[in-house]
């Protein structure tokens, strides 16, 4: 029995509620789930408009979000600890310019056709005014093995190039056609979308290099294609690779320093295949596991898949289960706090 595809969409509308209610939701229900500290101007008790369009794949969401009020927005350190966010967007903006906007060091107002990066595990701040604008959402778990990203990208405007202007002209007309699609044609939609986000992210990344770190941008590829090749192997080190790729194991490090440590790579590809495996559904036998994805036993990957998702795998894959058979059994959309996206069986 083949299984259908999902596509999973939710819409909030602050029109549903009383005025005095509208942005106690935001603020109280909403952000603190994604990690954000929300604040305006005027009474937290006066009318505030604000709509909120998703559509989901497991990996990929698009959004589209319209707010008729100026309100600020901010993450912190305490704030990151509280939600544990994984969330990462590209923020295409489409109507309104920043007040102000803090990431890091740098300051970076977006206005109209900019496109943003937005890390929610690094800290920033922005005013903004009434704007409007959609977000493409992925988490770092799953992109970590496609993109190196580092907090000096957090607030990067994507240049212009024909991948960026594609993607411009690519969002809206996607978000349009998804209100009518079937299940089918909206998961081949977003899947694409995904694609061309991933392509234009890359490509951004290696624009922003100087012409000495072209090279090396294209030697951290081979790196990141040579540990998904071989993960599953146990003698896997950052001297292998380095052997492999044909660098000395200070460049390789020298290569990853806008990433993560070599070693700490390998391991986190191979717990990024384990919960594929385990979500899958395959991964029943987690000794078995443990050494499909390049452990030496069970008593180590439980100790690092533990560190890494504050779940034993026996946990994990029981959270995902009862997710899937409360909403067979209720029919309903289901927030999942860990990725931050709607589930619907």
Same mark, same amino acid.
């Given at each position: 029995?083949?299984?259908?595809?999902?596509?999973?969409?939710?819409?909030?509308?602050?029109?549903?509620?009383?005025?005095?209610? !509208? *942005?106690? *939701?935001?603020?109280?229900?909403?952000?603190?789930?994604?990690?954000?500290?929300?604040?305006?101007?005027?009474?937290?008790?006066? #009318?505030?408009?604000?709509?909120?369009?998703?559509?989901?794949? #497991?990996c990929?969401?698009?959004?589209?979000?319209?707010?008729?009020? #100026?309100?600020?927005?901010?993450?912190?350190?305490?704030?990151?600890?509280?939600?544990?966010? &994984?969330?990462?967007?590209?923020?295409?903006?489409?109507?309104?310019? &920043?007040?102000?906007?803090?990431?890091?060091?740098?300051?970076?107002?977006?206005?109209?056709?900019?496109?943003?990066?937005? &890390?929610?595990? $690094?800290?920033?701040?922005?005013?903004?005014?009434?704007? $409007?604008?959609?977000?493409?959402?992925?988490?770092?778990?799953?992109v970590?093995?496609?993109?190196?990203?580092?907090?000096?990208?957090?607030?990067?405007?994507?240049?212009?190039?024909?991948?960026?202007?594609?993607?411009?002209?690519?969002? #809206?007309?996607?978000?349009?056609?998804?209100?009518?699609?079937? &299940?089918?044609?909206?998961?081949?939609?977003?899947?694409?979308l995904?694609?061309?986000?991933?392509?234009?992210?890359?490509?951004?990344?290696?624009?922003?290099?100087?012409?000495?770190?072209?090279?090396?941008?294209?030697?951290?590829?081979?790196?990141?294609?040579?540990?998904?090749?071989?993960?599953?192997?146990?003698?896997?080190?950052p001297?292998?690779?380095?052997a492999?790729?044909?660098?000395?194991?200070?460049?390789?490090?020298?290569?990853?320093?806008?990433?993560?440590?070599p070693?700490?790579?390998?391991?986190?590809?191979?717990?990024?295949?384990?919960?594929?495996?385990?979500?899958?559904?395959?991964?029943?036998?987690?000794?078995?596991?443990?050494?499909?994805?390049?452990?030496?036993?069970?008593?180590?990957?439980?100790?690092? *898949? $533990?560190?890494?998702f504050?779940?034993?795998?026996?946990?994990?894959? !029981?959270?995902?289960?009862?997710?899937? $058979?409360?909403?067979?059994?209720?029919?309903?959309?289901?927030?999942?706090?860990?990725?931050c996206?709607?589930?619907?069986?």
């Open positions: 029995m083949t299984r259908r595809p999902v596509v999973n969409s939710f819409t909030l509308d602050s029109i549903a509620w009383r005025d005095s209610d !509208q *942005f106690g *939701f935001l603020r109280e229900e909403l952000a603190p789930k994604l990690g954000l500290l929300v604040a305006r101007r005027e009474s937290t008790k006066a #009318p505030f408009e604000f709509r909120v369009k998703h559509y989901s794949i #497991p990929f969401a698009l959004e589209s979000v319209d707010f008729g009020d #100026p309100f600020q927005v901010q993450v912190t350190e305490k704030s990151m600890v509280t939600a544990k966010s &994984d969330r990462i967007s590209l923020h295409y903006r489409t109507a309104g310019t &920043d007040l102000a906007a803090i990431f890091g060091n740098n300051t970076c107002i977006a206005g109209p056709q900019d496109l943003r990066i937005t &890390d929610f595990q $690094q800290s920033f701040y922005v005013d903004l005014p009434r704007f $409007q604008s959609m977000n493409l959402v992925m988490s770092h778990r799953e970590l093995g496609e993109l190196p990203f580092g907090s000096d990208q957090n607030g990067d405007f994507i240049r212009d190039s024909s991948l960026s202007k594609t993607l411009r002209q690519l969002i #809206p007309c996607v978000f349009q056609e998804l209100r009518s699609a079937s &299940d089918l044609e909206a998961v081949q939609m977003l899947g694409h995904r694609q061309l986000t991933i392509d234009t992210l890359r490509f951004h990344m290696i624009r922003d290099l100087d012409s000495v770190e072209i090279g090396n941008q294209s030697r951290l590829n081979v790196v990141l294609h040579y540990i998904e090749k071989h993960y599953s192997e146990q003698s896997l080190s001297d292998k690779i380095a492999a790729t044909g660098m000395s194991r200070a460049t390789l490090y020298r290569l990853c320093r806008k990433m993560i440590p070693r700490e790579l390998i391991q986190k590809t191979r717990l990024r295949k384990a919960a594929e495996v385990i979500r899958s559904g395959k991964g029943t036998n987690f000794e078995a596991l443990s050494y499909s994805v390049g452990f030496s036993g069970r008593q180590s990957f439980t100790r690092a *898949f $533990q560190k890494e504050e779940l034993s795998p026996k946990e994990y894959r !029981q959270e995902h289960l009862s997710r899937l $058979q409360e909403a067979r059994k209720q029919g309903k959309q289901m927030y999942c706090k860990r990725c996206l709607i589930e619907r069986v």
